[in-house]
């Protein structure tokens, strides 16, 4: 068994990029985890059978001396780098998974695939558009639509990020209440 850590740099984030690595890894039979990092890369830990392993970075590394590399199925895709790092197996992995971040981040990502597919779709719509007739119009006007959908979308996180804070206090004075409640018992069974 073998472990690496990859570190992917490009534009791999909001573009399912770590979809596309996890089926990838299950595919070669790998276990390990997938994320998103602070500085807009991705880091991959994978653990393995040697040639699954080697398989599974080959495919990820398909760009090497190539400027850019577009994934297939995946438009928007273009990894830039692949840093290979191996390490001392753990054996602690039971699939691979795709860590997620907070819902905030979640969000963001999905918002911008959303946004990127739209773009693909609506480049796709104008070619067409330009043999047939006025439908990227029509796509103008959608994506148009969507921007106050975008806005309401963030406002919802918010709403949501405070409730959730609510909630984490709501359950730390719970906690509270039922330590008293606990102590309150113990005091009383024992004046009986």
Known sequence: MRRFRLIVDGNITGVRYRDYVQKTALKHKLKGSVENMKDRT??????????????????LKNAEGKEKWHIEGYPNAEVDKVQVIEEKPTDKFTTFEIKHGSMEEEL?????????????YASSIRKIDEKYGVISVNMDMSAKAINPLSKTLEKLTATLEEDRKAMKSDREMMKKLATKMEKSIVVLSSRR
Do not use: P, W
């Open 42 to 59: 991705v880091e991959i830990l994978c653990e393995g059978r040697d040639k699954d392993i080697h398989n599974f970075i080959k495919k």
């Open 108 to 120: 963001g990502d999905q918002m911008g695939a959303s946004y990127n597919i739209l773009l693909d």
